[in-house]
């Protein structure tokens, strides 16, 4: 079996085995400013274990964002991914305290016999970031961290969504590897911070203020009836508060569009699990308009240590020219604004529609990663080739549509 021997930052020797199938103990253990660390890879199952000391201290070391938690990592494995044999990477400090965190799952070969095998971030259109996650004490264990997941048997490895200033420093390792990495993808998300310092200061300030034409749809709704605002979060409700959310969802805009929740079985397992993994950290958090009792929009977060995920939402179709999606905005957002457990909200979207309502962006960008092996190295120049006929490919299906509507008229 081949041993991989590399050198750190300090020319440290750092030596570990290329596996071929994923190891349940530390691979490598690698000295950096004069600590000791333990970088290693482990099956999600394990890592993510409900109630472990290891689920706890992922719990405080992923703090700053709901998405790249335990409890959110190890919803999306069981719905989506292969959470007994995808891999998690972990840092350890010389106290046995977790310091370093990457989410990983193998990706489907693209066609049947494709010998590439490729590393992914757990990111899809329910979860949008990487899940990579370091101590600010310790910012120096990043290079532990993508030392130890180099050490799978991978071609390619795409991480997407990574915040701008760590996937600089992923692309960095990866050049000082030996590696080829691309960066690309960016995108930017609307968040709004709250300023609750000074006494005179309203939590709402920042917001833009409802239009003369929603306060008139409001007022023209509160007539036909008793408009409310319902929220969800105490985890023994939130089960029954979901099935409805998922029930009302059936009869919202989304039901022609393919968006459902309900469309597929990995989908609704994915929130229903959140629900399931709801604790005093990280917890939904429903929000129902509702006329005269009845659901007419509503919208799903998660919230965890002071940032909340505001990332499904829906409204009753059959009320549209009453805009119930912009009057529960509002009031979604007044509600929030009085919570002080809430410090932060990601709107989880690049729709300009909510530019309006956030005062601050956070910067993404994607990494793709390839090993210079023969595979990876046919694998880089074949995604090479594929990147440059994406834009011919669809002039060409642009000009084969016009075609046929000028064919149809």
């Given at each position: 079996?081949?041993?991989?021997?590399?050198?750190?930052?300090?020319?440290?020797?750092?030596?570990?085995?290329?596996?071929?199938?994923?190891?349940?103990?530390?691979?490598?253990?690698?000295?950096?400013?004069?600590?000791?660390?333990?970088?290693?890879?482990?099956?999600?199952?394990?890592?993510?274990a409900l109630g472990s000391t290891r689920y706890q201290q992922l719990s405080v070391l992923t703090r700053?964002?709901?998405?790249?938690?335990?409890?959110?990592?190890?919803?999306?494995?069981?719905?989506?991914?292969?959470?007994?044999?995808?891999?998690?990477?972990?840092?350890?400090?010389?106290?046995?305290?977790?310091?370093?965190?990457?989410?990983?799952?193998?990706?489907?070969?693209?066609?049947?016999?494709?010998?590439?095998?490729?590393?992914?971030?757990?990111?899809?259109?329910?979860?949008?970031?990487?899940?990579?996650?370091?101590?600010?004490?310790?910012?120096?264990?990043?290079?532990?961290?993508?030392?130890?997941?180099?050490?799978?048997?991978?071609?390619?490895?795409?991480?997407?969504?990574?915040?701008?200033?760590?996937?600089?420093?992923?692309?960095?390792?990866?050049?000082?590897?030996?590696?080829?990495?691309?960066?690309?993808?960016?995108?930017?998300?609307?968040?709004?911070?709250?300023?609750?310092?000074?006494?005179?200061?309203?939590?709402?300030?920042?917001?833009?203020?409802?239009?003369?034409?929603?306060?008139?749809?409001?007022?023209?709704?509160?007539?036909?009836?008793?408009?409310?605002?319902?929220?969800?979060?105490?985890?023994?409700?939130?089960?029954?508060?979901?099935?409805?959310?998922?029930?009302?969802?059936?009869?919202?805009?989304?039901?022609?569009?393919?968006?459902?929740?309900?469309?597929?079985?990995?989908?609704?397992?994915?929130?229903?699990?959140?629900?399931?993994?709801?604790?005093?950290?990280?917890?939904?958090?429903?929000?129902?308009?509702?006329?005269?009792?009845?659901?007419?929009?509503?919208?799903?977060?998660?919230?965890?240590?002071?940032?909340?995920?505001?990332?499904?939402?829906?409204?009753?179709?059959?009320?549209?020219?009453?805009?119930?999606?912009?009057?529960?905005?509002?009031?979604?957002?007044?509600?929030?604004?009085?919570?002080?457990?809430?410090?932060?909200?990601?709107?989880?979207?690049?729709?300009?529609?909510?530019?309006?309502?956030?005062?601050?962006?956070?910067?993404?960008?994607?990494?793709?990663?390839?090993?210079?092996?023969?595979?990876?190295?046919?694998?880089?120049?074949?995604?090479?080739?594929?990147?440059?006929?994406?834009?011919?490919?669809g002039q060409l299906r642009r000009r084969i549509r016009g075609l046929r509507q000028g064919e149809n008229n």
């Open positions: 079996m081949p041993r991989l021997l590399e050198r750190d930052a300090l020319g440290k020797l750092t030596v570990g085995l290329a596996v071929a199938e994923m190891p349940r103990e530390p691979l490598a253990r690698i000295s950096q400013l004069g600590f000791m660390v333990t970088a290693y890879s482990i099956p999600a199952v394990k890592a993510l700053d964002d709901p998405s790249r938690s335990p409890a959110w990592q190890r919803a999306w494995y069981l719905a989506f991914g292969d959470i007994d044999h995808d891999p998690v990477v972990l840092v350890e400090d010389e106290g046995a305290r977790l310091c370093g965190f990457l989410a990983l799952h193998w990706a489907k070969p693209r066609f049947i016999g494709d010998p590439v095998r490729r590393l992914r971030s757990t990111t899809n259109g329910h979860s949008a970031y990487t899940a990579l996650s370091v101590s600010p004490r310790r910012p120096e264990v990043l290079h532990s961290l993508l030392d130890a997941g180099a050490l799978l048997p991978w071609d390619q490895m795409e991480l997407v969504a990574v915040q701008a200033p760590l996937a600089e420093r992923v692309a960095e390792w990866a050049r000082s590897r030996g590696l080829i990495a691309q960066l690309g993808g960016k995108r930017s998300t609307p968040v709004f911070s709250f300023n609750r310092t000074g006494s005179n200061r309203s939590p709402t300030s920042g917001f833009p203020a409802r239009s003369p034409q929603t306060r008139s749809r409001e007022r023209a709704l509160e007539r036909q009836g008793t408009l409310v605002l319902e929220v969800v979060n105490i985890p023994t409700d939130l089960r029954h508060a979901l099935e409805e959310y998922l029930e009302a969802e059936s009869r919202s805009w989304k039901a022609g569009s393919g968006e459902l929740l309900t469309a597929d079985p990995f989908i609704t397992r994915f929130y229903r699990e959140l629900v399931e993994a709801a604790d005093d950290r990280t917890r939904p958090v429903i929000h129902f308009l509702r006329l005269d009792g009845n659901v007419i929009a509503a919208r799903f977060s998660v919230l965890k240590d002071g940032m909340l995920v505001a990332n499904k939402t829906f409204f009753d179709d059959a009320l549209r020219r009453s805009a119930p999606g912009i009057i529960l905005e509002h009031r979604f957002l007044e509600a929030v604004a009085e919570n002080p457990a809430v410090d932060h909200i990601d709107f989880y979207t690049r729709m300009q529609h909510y530019d309006a309502f956030a005062n601050r962006h956070e910067d993404f960008q994607n990494i793709r990663v390839w090993k210079k092996t023969l595979t990876g190295r046919a694998a880089y120049v074949a995604d090479r080739i594929t990147a440059k006929l994406q834009p011919i490919a």
